[in-house]
């Protein structure tokens, strides 16, 4: 562990933050906590940002709490998003902890502090189910076909049940706890990620068989095909574990309301980790072609789907009124991720980056920018908007000091309690974030009023297919983020010294 230093920042700040006290709420008021953690959706993708597409079940959690305005993932892409979500440290601050493969070994150390691990000391049974994409097992990447360890279990996790990577990677199986789920011994998984060698074992893959595939690929993604869709990567055995990408949503809804059922009585913590709306976007028949916006769509409206069904049975339980829900996504939205979907064909009206610039794997806003709903009927009031800045990497010491939790300062180094706009008493919130955007190659700062993007020598599109400005320029960038939310106006030249403050403090904190 990095220099356990245990650290409880309500047992300073008592007096000065009221919704920081536990004094206020007694062990049996501890409220539940459900966290949606979504997959590429758009600030623009929900109905209540100005979305086409209904989504009814999300917006009810708007209209049972806040709605936030300029609230972050720490991360254009999934891996280091999620990794400063646990953590409370940026991802930036060592290497490789961009998006990772399907065998990557596990990225969060098992001795350093965690959000769950906090969660669990404050007397939480805790749970993730679905997409994990942190990396699994020692140094050598995952055991498939033996006890995959370390992993969710050793980050602060009683129950799991998780997607390894992403839904676009192989192994196309689920995880449950420390193994491979309906793994047949004599079918033994094997999975490799050297392009160069090429495939391993029988099964076809989507470059030489396009005519299997239930959907075409449009870049990468065309190596092993598993339920009719090829994947990044190659896989042999397994055939009995192998997920159908139609029941997804269901039996992650099912795990959840099981979690839940068997913790109603008890304060629980459910990271829901959904697919939705990664690509493949192949949703259970029962969506297909419910929306006029193609698979994009329908999956929108089968995550709508999988909300109602979470707060259903909260209502079902009487927890819905102290349980704090929070919904949220991992990065922001993207059109062509890799499969033919017609998802920019089909889109019509909606814009699912709002009226920002960029999009998944973007510095520009829309990269990291992402819907941000809070509602916890006993706790705070409803149908409110807060345009404080909110980083997700402030979710640790925030609950921390609500809870009145010990946690390692040390590890989670860059969380900082923001409860108070969690709860929409402070609408200011954070000073400045540092986010890194591509796949980690791109830093820059943003507080709450300005953006700067160092000069850098990097491709101004995303270099595959998604159409997407990454924000590397050879000049400097500075946005007025206020009077200018669009990032169309560079005021770099006009304000030098506003850019060597902002420069000085990335560097700063680059350290
Ligand atoms: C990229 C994939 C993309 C997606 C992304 C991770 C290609 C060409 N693109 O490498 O499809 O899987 O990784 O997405 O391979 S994320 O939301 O999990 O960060
Ligand atoms: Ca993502």
């Not at 199986?173 to 060698?197: A, C, G, Q, R, T």
């Not at 953006?451 to 101004?460: A, M, R």
């Not at 990454?470 to 169309?488: C, M, N």
Request: with cysteine; net charge negative.
């Amino acid at each position: 562990m990095n220099n356990f230093f245990l650290y409880s920042l309500c047992g300073i700040g008592a007096s000065m933050a009221l919704s920081c006290s536990k004094g206020d709420i007694t062990d049996e008021e501890r409220p539940n906590v459900i966290l949606i953690y979504t997959d590429d959706v758009g600030y623009g993708d929900v109905a209540v940002y100005g979305g086409k597409i209904p989504t009814p079940n999300i917006d009810r959690i708007a209209q049972e709490g806040i709605r936030f305005t300029n609230a972050y993932a720490t991360s254009a892409t999934s891996t280091p998003s999620r990794f400063s979500l646990l953590t409370g440290e940026y991802a930036w601050r060592e290497e490789g902890r961009g998006v990772v493969q399907g065998d990557a070994p596990s990225l969060i150390s098992t001795d350093r502090d965690t959000w769950p691990k906090m969660m669990q000391r404050a007397g939480y049974a805790t749970s993730v189910v679905g997409k994990w994409h942190l990396g699994l097992g020692g140094e050598d990447g995952p055991d498939w076909n033996g006890k995959i360890f370390p992993g969710p279990l050793e980050t602060g996790f009683d129950y799991s049940y998780i997607i390894p990577a992403t839904n676009d990677r192989v192994p196309t199986v689920y995880v449950k706890n420390h193994y491979v789920e309906n793994l047949d011994e004599d079918d033994p998984i094997k999975v490799s990620f050297d392009f160069n060698k090429g495939p391993i074992g029988d099964r076809p893959t989507g470059i030489d068989n396009p005519e299997k595939l239930k959907m075409m690929w449009s870049h990468g993604h065309n190596h092993t095909i598993t339920n009719g869709i090829s994947r990044i990567g190659y896989m042999k055995g397994g055939e009995s574990a192998l997920w159908r990408d139609e029941d997804i949503a269901d039996n992650l809804v099912d795990k959840s309301v099981d979690f839940i059922t068997n913790h109603k009585d008890e304060p629980f913590f459910l990271y829901f980790s959904t697919i939705d709306i990664h690509v493949p976007r192949i949703v259970h028949e029962r969506f297909q072609g419910i929306t006029s916006y193609g698979p994009r769509g329908d999956m929108m409206v089968q995550l709508d789907w999988s909300v109602g069904a979470l707060l259903d049975v909260l209502e079902k339980y009487g927890l819905r009124d102290n349980t704090i829900v929070i919904f949220t996504s991992d990065n922001g939205p993207v059109l062509d991720d890799g499969y033919v979907d017609y998802a920019r064909e089909m889109l019509g009206e909606h814009k699912p980056w709002g009226d920002f610039r960029g999009g998944k794997y973007s510095a520009f806003e829309a990269g990291t920018k992402v819907p941000f709903l809070v509602s916890w009927p006993n706790g705070i009031e409803k149908n409110r908007v807060n345009n404080a800045l909110f980083s997700q990497v402030d979710f640790f010491a925030s609950f921390a000091s609500f809870l009145d939790e010990e946690y390692s300062v040390d590890d989670a180094i860059d969380s900082k309690n923001h409860w108070d706009a969690l709860m929409g008493i402070d609408l200011y919130g954070r000073y400045s974030l540092v986010q890194h955007a591509i796949r980690d190659e791109l830093s820059y700062i943003r507080n709450d009023g300005f953006k700067f993007i160092p000069s850098n020598d990097g491709p101004e599109i995303v270099p595959w297919g998604t159409h997407i400005e990454t924000g590397f320029s050879k000049k400097d960038q500075l946005y007025d983020l206020k009077s200018d939310p669009g990032e169309t106006n560079n005021i770099s030249k006009r304000y030098p010294d506003l850019l060597d403050e902002l420069r000085m403090e990335l560097e700063d904190k680059l350290k």
